[in-house]
């Protein structure tokens, strides 16, 4: 069993920072991909940021140049941190962990940036 916490949401003004964290438990397998997606309502859930266990990156341009993902193997843990915050990056962000053909998301986290 696998499972996915997520903390560090919240409200913040736009050009701010956030943090999120996501915890991962369970049986973990060493090869991994770790990310971060979001959703607002209406919309497909999209991706933000992904990590792999040897530490490849992928983020979507929206937000390249303003958030950065990075991850801790020894605690399964990925973190985002969000600068320059936008309006638009209002949504609930949503943790990922990919191993094999297995898919597991954390409950989701709202992030709010006011204008």
């Known amino acids: 069993q696998v499972q996915l916490v997520e903390s560090g949401g919240g409200l913040v003004q736009a050009g701010g920072s956030l943090r999120l964290s996501c915890a991962a438990s369970?049986?973990?397998?060493?090869?991994?991909?770790m990310g971060w997606y979001r959703q607002t309502p209406g919309k497909q859930r999209e991706l933000v940021a992904v990590?792999?266990?040897?530490?490849?990156?992928n983020y979507a341009d929206s937000v390249k140049g303003r958030f950065t993902i990075s991850r801790d193997n020894a605690k399964n843990t990925v973190y985002l941190q969000m600068n320059s915050l936008k309006p638009e990056d209002t949504a609930v962000y949503y943790c990922?962990?990919?191993?094999?053909?297995?898919?597991?998301w954390g409950q989701g986290t709202q992030v709010t940036v006011s204008s």
């Open positions: 990590i792999t266990s040897t530490g490849r990156i």
């Open positions: 990922n962990l990919k191993m094999i053909a297995l898919n597991y």
């Open positions: 369970g049986s973990i397998f060493s090869i991994n991909v």
